[in-house]
């Protein structure tokens, strides 16, 4: 790696390579403003590609530049990367500056899962985070309808509400989404909105058909109520006392469900293995 003056024509952009969505035409101009008066204090990074360079990372300075006519940026030129090294050196920098929306970061992340190979905590050393915090980026990615993903990138619909929504089936999510715009749902209404449809689920099917999936979705439920309370405990305030005591008396009642299911698939597998006996005993 080194670094050196390259001049801005030589640079291109491949599309998708930058993990950014959206660019601001008024900040790009106060950038290339500054880029007058102050000077570059940044280099960009690229990636040597016979005699241009790829744009790895600086988009925004680029485009300033250009904008005002700027002929050369100072830059990091590396000689050869892996792919998944670009995505790495695309990334880590926007994310050390809280510049990408959720979803940029989440679909950034999932390209990376998915051209290396890596573990979620192979990733997570990658960049730094946690391996929570990249499988939360990754299940919003994978576990959201296109319709969703453009509520959040035009900021429709909350973060925290989304993560919610990964709860669903896909074929429910959209719906959920209108009726949580519609009523202007706080991030704990609408998890407790969330809980809800997925209990009105319960009692679909039969046997042990029936219980296999009453189980799941008491387990989905559980995980929404915990996100929830995890989320208040971090901001209490005497508004949410009464939240969080419908919240304890709802988990309560999810336990009593989980219980009876319990009993009842005991049931079920001592009546199936007395009724095998009998039929032995005919057979003989």
């Not at 016979?50 to 050369?72: D, P, V």
């Not at 999510?173 to 997925?198: F, N, P, S, W």
């Amino acid at each position: 790696m080194e670094i050196r003056s390259i001049e801005t024509e030589k640079i291109d952009v491949v599309p998708g390579r930058n993990p950014r969505l959206i660019f601001s035409p008024g900040y790009i101009e106060s950038l290339g403003q500054s880029l007058l008066t102050d000077g570059q204090e940044t280099p960009i990074v690229v990636l040597r590609r016979g005699e241009r360079f790829e744009l790895i990372h600086g988009e925004n300075r680029l485009r300033a530049a250009r904008l005002k006519r700027i002929r050369t940026l100072t830059a990091k030129v590396f000689n050869a990367l892996s792919e998944p090294e670009i995505i790495c050196k695309a990334l880590k920098p926007n994310l050390a500056q809280s510049k990408l929306g959720l979803l940029e970061v989440a679909l950034k992340v999932v390209e990376l899962k998915n051209c290396s190979g890596w573990s979620h905590g192979r990733i997570a050393q990658q960049l730094c985070w946690s391996q929570r915090w990249v499988t939360d980026r990754i299940r919003i990615a994978e576990g959201l309808t296109p319709n969703i993903r453009r509520l959040i990138s035009t900021s429709c619909l909350k973060h925290t509400q989304a993560r919610l929504l990964t709860k669903l089936p896909l074929e429910e999510q959209d719906g959920a989404a209108i009726e949580i715009m519609r009523r202007r749902m706080t991030g704990k209404q609408t998890a407790l909105y969330v809980a809800q449809l997925l209990g009105n689920r319960l009692g679909v099917g039969s046997d042990a058909t029936r219980l296999i999936t009453e189980s799941k979705h008491l387990l989905l439920i559980l995980h929404v109520v915990a996100d929830s309370c995890c989320t208040k405990l971090a901001s209490i305030s005497e508004n949410s006392l009464s939240e969080i005591g419908d919240i304890y008396h709802l988990l309560v009642r999810l336990l009593g469900k989980i219980s009876a299911i319990v009993h009842r698939s005991d049931a079920q597998k001592a009546n199936a293995q007395k009724a095998n006996g009998e039929n032995k005993g005919v057979s003989e």
